[in-house]
């Protein structure tokens, strides 16, 4: 029985197929799992026809309670828990981690530890941006560039590997350092290895850069100017996508950053072209500031000597009492960070990534905050995609890189 | 490794002749060559099986190549990566909406026992909620220990008893119909 | 971000900050939660401020002060290229506190944050809903009296016995001493 409609017009006078007739958005679901979504979020959407008119990400499908775990455990049982923050690129959450520790504790790290972590930042820096844009490439319907991006990225894991003891969640540093130099003949391997991912790099770029229908669909898709971009809080390649130059190993370097030479590629138009393009040359970038540090770096210690901070070495663990002490000190009770409060922030894939931590004395956190990039960013979704099409929210989705465990830590 | 599997089916009502143990076979050797997996990726174990499902660690060539985003589709679920407490009921649901005969692989050690995040957010296990047929721990396990995984799984499905026809009683209802008296169990 | 700027918003607004200081490095300022809002505008529009850039706002427990909870709001000006840090407090009677999100919008996801897991308010915005836990959980997680292992589960689990427990205090052991909260140097303000 048809409904009693009060607002149906028919208008005589004009074209009956222009009848105005009252609609109703359709709602749909785009389930937490789903093979287009980049780990598990849900999408409210309500569309009318195929245009999105409102869209509610609904995220913490994948919340482990990071800072919860992280107030209860040592300072150096933190690490585990940083590294599964921003899966895809480990060694910067826990480098960025370890930066903030000794800004707080007020410890300079020894040269050789600042180069090994830069190199290890630019080559997770590397796989990230390959697992971002080989993604893409197969949301939108092309298969062989994820493959490529995967054998590129497996090349690294090999070498990540031999370095840390882990392909994806590594663990690697320690609080005034690395936790061991560099293998034997490790950097000469780097080096080959870097040749065949910049091939592989190549291959991607000439499989989807010119490619008719990537830039159809990317191209002024998901646009956001640079004024609303900086509302939002957007940092990285996003905001760099907009047009608007801020990167925070130019404006405030840390580690070796002010010692090497490299370019930071800025957007114009803020589409999802421009971002997934940024992520390809800032891959060359990194494979060029890789390679200068292999040159500049000098031997030397991986890690500070100092036994309140550092895990004192096996002999004298063994023999003497105050490596006895000292090593029973650092396990049972945790390294005594001075009390205090420090923001440290670092320029991980995705965005700035800030860590803002709270110390009371003792040797467990009072408050571990990690202000990851990617929340900002899910959260500017819903300006950048209104009024665009259903499909327009793959690539845009894709190009923020949103990593769960980072957005739901 | 099959020897354990066929001592335990040698009592009398679950002896088989000749030919059901033919057809079982048969049965098993077609399924466990043609899984179809609903990867149900949510965290870091996400990028091992991406690296799985690549060309490196081919999982293609044990016949589990396609991946298929619907649980009718599909008869492998893979839980790979955390989950949590607002997630569980998600996973049931796609569980009790894939159709026999139906395995399920806990990758990872956080899917399998809850990992190191014992805490308010996490699920302990999906063991708690749905039965698990393949563990594997590892956080997250390297490539070759999924495929070993899987190979276990298919040693296990050539040796489960198959039927042409099931008749095994169905799986209880999900939705209780109205009018049903709950307390005095169903009939009024 | 240098003293100067301290100052000149300390000047603009005397009976506003409480105090101001540098820490690590970090300038902070804390300020009256009543005041946060006019702060705000003015550390966003002021030239020479220009704090456009919303970074996070966080929530911490000082379970043994009053008022209980501080609210960080850090700030960046790409302009400057200085951060800041603001502070407010926030009573336990009463945990509500001024929106920010009418001047920087991408405060809106943070302030859900500090609701879903400290139970913080935020006036002008509508209902506050929760970002990461669901709608059914009662409790606020991330506060000092929240148990570590307090799970609710929305369905029923299978009876699987634990043989190992997570890292963490144990089921009876009290959680670790909070009596000894960070004070950080002052810097004193020209007013």
Known sequence: MPEKHDSTESRVTENALEARLPTKTMSINMGPSHPASHGTVRFNIELDGETIVKLDPEIGFLHRGFEKSCENVTWQQCLPYTDRLNYVSALCNNFGFLTAIEKLAGIEIPERAKYIRTIGAEMHRLCDHLTCTAAMGMELGGFAPFLYGMEARELLWDRIAELTGARVTTSYGRIGGVEKDLPEGWVQKVKDTLVKVEEFRQEIDQLLTLNRLFIDRTRDTGVISAEDAVDFGFTGPMLRASGVPYDVRKAHPYWVYDRVEFKVPIGTRGDNFDRYYIRMQEMVESISIINQCFEQMEPGPHIIEDWRYVMPPKPQVYSTIEGVIGHFKLVMEGVKIPKGEVYSYTESPNGELGWYLVSDGSGRPYKVHCRAPGIQLVSGLEHMVKGSMLPDLIPTFDAINMIGGEVEQ | ?188 | MSVEQLQRIAERFPDAVVEGYTLHGDETLVIKRENLVEVAQFCKNEPGLEFKLPLSVTCVDYIDEKPRFELVYTLYSITTGHHLRLKVRVPEEDPVAPSTIGVWRGMDWWERYCWDMYGIRFSGRGPMRRLWMYEEFEGFPLRKDYPLRGRQPLIPEADVRDIYRGPGPGPGSPPASRSNPPRPSQLPIVK
């Open chain 2, 1 to 188: 490794m099959s020897q354990d599997f066929q001592a335990i089916t040698t009592r009398r009502e679950e002896a088989q002749g000749f030919f059901e143990r033919l057809v079982s076979r048969g049965l098993g050797w077609a399924r466990k060559y043609s899984l179809f997996t609903y990867p149900y990726a949510t965290a870091c174990c996400g990028m091992e099986y991406m690296s799985v499902s690549s060309a490196r660690y081919d999982i293609a060539r044990f016949g589990a190549e396609f991946p298929r985003f619907s649980p009718r589709q599909a008869d492998l679920l893979m839980v790979i990566g955390t989950i949590n407490q607002k997630q569980a009921p998600i996973l049931k649901r796609v569980y009790e909406q894939m159709a026999e005969p139906k395995w399920v692989v806990a990758f990872g050690v956080c899917a399998s026992s809850g990992g190191f995040y014992d805490n308010y957010a996490v699920l302990q296990g999906i063991d708690r909620i749905i039965p698990v047929d393949v563990y594997i721990p590892g956080c997250p396990p390297r490539p070759e220990q999924v495929l070993d995984a899987l190979i276990l799984l298919q040693e296990k499905i050539g040796a489960q008893s198959h039927k042409l026809i099931d008749h095994r009683p169905p799986e209880p209802e999900l939705v209780r119909p109205a009018g049903r008296d709950l307390v005095s169990g169903g009939v009024k």
